[in-house]
C-alpha cells in the first residue's frame, strides 16, 4: 500500500537542518530536500515521492512531464507523487519558509483538482481512454516572512511563469496534454446554443423554454422581437472560480440594464448542465468575487437578496448571506441578515439598505454576444436602408462571417456568407450568400439569398452568371432588372427504387419541365465545374 502525501501551507513544518538542508515535515513523515527521504520508523508502508532541485528541470508522473525552463531551474524545489507536483521557492524554503509557489494536480474525478484553491488548467487524454483534469493550486495562506508585505522577488518570478510552464506540459508516451482543454465555453456549450436556435426557429412557446429548463422570459423576448436572434445573446465567464467557464444567456434590448441573467448553464462531469433560470420575480445576477446573487420577491410584504457560490462540478448553489426584508416576521422593523444557517438576524435599515447597495455596485454586466453571430445575419430581417454602403455591411459582420465582391452581368455584387472554408487551391470558399447591389440611385438593395448543396459545390462565377451546385441540382442565375435573375436550372430526383427522373427550366418556361435525360444537368455541372470559385474574405475581431 502506497500513501499519497499531500503537502499544504497548513500541514507543514519546516526547519533548517544543522547542515543548512530543509526538513518537511508533513503527515507524520519526515522528507529533507537536498538529502535522503527519511520514513517514518513506527510505519511499514513505502512513500512514492520525488525530491528534485534542478537536476535536469524535468519532472514527470506515470502521465505527464513537466518542463522547467533553465532560468528558473536553480530557483525551484519540487515535491511530486502519482497525482500532485508541487512546486517551491527554493530561496525562501532555505531560509526555513513555506515557499509553495504552485501545485499541479492531477485526477480523472471532476470534482478533484477543480475548484477551491484550484483551477483547470488543461486535460490529460489517456492512453487507455480515460480523461484527466490537470489543475493549478495556489496556497491559502502567506508563504513567506509575514513581516514583509510584498512578495519576494523570487517568489513573483516563478508565480508569473506558472502558466508558461504548464502550458508546455508533454504527454508520458502516447498520453496527450492540451492546454485549456475542458475549459474555454465556446468548446463546451456548442449543443446549448443550437438548442436556443432551435427554440427561436421554431418559435417555441414559454412552456416549451421551461420544459427544456431555458427560461420563459426568453420566450416572450423572441416573440416580440423584430430579429430575435439579435435580441437575446450569451456570454461565457467562469463566475465559480474553478477555471471552467459557465455559459449565461441574456438579453440584448436593453428592458433589464442592471444585468439580469436569464440562463446559467455550468459544467458536470464534463457534461452541461442547467443551474438556474430567472424570471420578472425572481432574478439572478452575477457578482464579482465568483458569487451568484439571486432577488426574488414573495409578494407585497416580503423580498430578498441572497448571495451564492456556484459549487464546482454541480449545479448547487451554497448560500453565503442574505439580506431579507419581511414585514409578515415583523411589521415594525422588517430588516434581516441570513447566513448558510438560515437563522434570521435582525440588522437595522440603515446597514441593510448598505449591505444591497455594495450588492448592486458588485454586480457585473455580462458583454452578451448575439445569437446571430452563431446563426449569422439574416438580412431578410432587416432594414436595409441603415446601409448606405457596401463598406458599412463589411462593418456590421460577425467574426467568422465572410463577403466578397464579385461582378455579375456588369453589376457590382456583394455576397455576404456566414461562414468560408479554405477550398485548398488559394480560395476561401462558402456555400452560403446574402446578395446585395447598389440601385440606380445608388441605394443598398438586398436580392436574397443563395444557398449550395455541401462544401464539394462552392459558389462560383463564370461569364456573369453565378453557379449554385449540389449533388443533384445546378442553377445558374445573374443580376438583371435591379433583380437575381435565374438563366437556367437542372436537377435529378429518384423514385423509391431508385430511377431517376430529369427537370429542367428556364426563364422563360416560368418553372420546371421534365426531359428525357441528365443531358442538360450534365452541361450544367461541366459549365459549374469550369466556373471561377468565389474568393471570400473572412472577417476576424
Known sequence: MKKRVIFTAIAMAFMLTACGKVTINANGYSITLGGQQAEDENSTDSIDLKISGSTDGVISTDLIEVTIPEEFRDMVYTVSDEETIDFYDRALVDEGYPGLVFTLGISSDCSVFSGGMYTKEGEIFGTDGTIYNVGKGTASEIQWDPETPDMPESYQTLYDAADSIIENISGVGDNVFVYKSGTNGEDLYPNILDRYITAINEKWSVNQFEEADMSGELALIASGAADPFESIGFAYADINGDGIDELLIGDLTGSNPDGMVYDIYTM????????????LRDRYYVLGGFDVCNEYSAGAGENGTVCYVLIPNSTELFWQVAYICDEYEDEESPWFRAYSDGELEAV???????????INEDKLIPEYTPFSYV????F??????????????????????????????????????????????????AIDSSVFIYDKDGNVVFLGTVQAGGTANPLAVKDGNLYVAG???????????????????AYEEFDSEGNPSYYYGTAEDGGYRQVDDDSFLSRLFEEAAEAEIIDFQEVFE
Open 380 to 429: 431578410s430581417m432587416m432594414d436595409i436602408s441603415r446601409f448606405a454602403t457596401f463598406t458599412e455591411i463589411v462593418d456590421s459582420l460577425y467574426p467568422g462571417m465572410a463577403y466578397a465582391n464579385v461582378t455579375l452581368n456588369d453589376a457590382d455584387a456583394l455576397f455576404v456568407a456566414n461562414g468560408c472554408y479554405d477550398n485548398l487551391d488559394g480560395n476561401h470558399a
Open 471 to 489: 449533388h443533384h441540382f445546378v442553377i445558374k442565375c445573374t443580376v438583371e432588372d435591379g433583380e437575381l435573375a435565374l438563366r437556367e436550372a
Open 268 to 279: 458536470v462531469d464534463r457534461e452541461p448542465a442547467h443551474v438556474v433560470s430567472s424570471y
Open 375 to 378: 446563426t449569422g445575419i439574416d
Open 348 to 358: 437595522t435599515e440603515e446597514d441593510y439598505n448598505a449591505a444591497l447597495e455594495d
